[in-house]
């Protein structure tokens, strides 16, 4: 059974980071491509970053670019986002999955976690 447990949400000022943690069980993580979305309120499910299976090539949002940096340890089954210089329109609930490299098509999401970005 797919278990992905985001962590690391939070209340962060504008221009302030936060690093978000996804802990994946289930199934073999290192054989799949991880991805990022988040759903802002009001909004629908928006695809933000997503990285190969080897960690080795990564995808980012043109919304996003620069300031997050999407990565992953195999040996601890891990999927991390750092979020650096962030902004009001990033709040949303950000969902860690399995799949969806490029966008949300056939993603498999965890609950969530929340990032709320206010001054």
């Known amino acids: 059974q797919v278990q992905l447990v985001e962590s690391g949400g939070g209340l962060a000022q504008p221009g302030g980071s936060l690093r978000l943690s996804c802990a994946a069980s289930g199934f073999t993580f290192s054989t799949y491509a991880m991805s990022w979305a988040r759903q802002a309120p009001g909004k629908g499910l928006e695809w933000v970053s997503g990285?190969?299976?080897?960690?080795?090539?990564?995808y980012y949002a043109d919304s996003v670019k620069g300031r997050f940096t999407i990565s992953r340890d195999n040996a601890k089954n891990t999927l991390y986002l750092q979020m650096n210089s962030l902004q009001p329109e990033d709040t949303a609930l950000y969902y860690c999955?399995?799949?969806?490299?490029?966008?949300?098509?056939?993603?498999?999401r965890g609950q969530g976690t929340q990032v709320t970005v206010s001054s």
């Open positions: 999955a399995q799949g969806g490299l490029l966008n949300t098509a056939h993603m498999r």
């Open positions: 990285i190969r299976s080897d960690g080795g090539v990564t």
